[in-house]
Nanobody, 122 residues
């Protein structure tokens, strides 16, 4: 079992930046891919970004060029640097661990974090 704990969410004005962190514990040797998903009220949870153990990453089109995903395997920590935030980025952001799916670094989820709220005001 892998436990994931996110932090770093908050309230920011449009154009601002936030950095989310996710610390993994438990059977971390089982972790292959990791990623970030988000969910807004009334919407389905959507993929934001993913990264393989080796550091290969990709992004949803909506965040490409603004968000950067990275991982520190020595610290068992995943990050999401979010720049140029927009009101439409407002959501609960979830850290995930699992396996790749097709060309996406992560798509088969085995563990979810509890989520951290990001609110972007206009």
């Amino acid at each position: 079992q892998v436990q994931l704990v996110e932090s770093g969410g908050g309230l920011v004005q449009a154009g601002g930046s936030l950095r989310l962190s996710c610390v993994a514990s438990g059977n971390i040797f089982r972790i292959n891919a990791m990623g970030w998903y988000r969910q807004s009220p009334g919407k389905q949870r959507e993929y934001v970004a993913g990264i393989t153990r080796g550091g290969s990453a990709n992004y949803a089109d909506s965040v490409k060029g603004r968000f950067t995903i990275s991982r520190d395997n020595a610290k068992n920590t995943l990050y999401l640097q979010m720049n140029s935030l927009k009101p439409e980025d407002t959501a609960v952001y979830y850290c995930a661990a699992g396996l790749p799916l097709g060309a996406q670094p992560i798509g088969v989820i085995s563990s979810w974090g509890q989520g951290t709220q990001v609110t972007v005001s206009s």
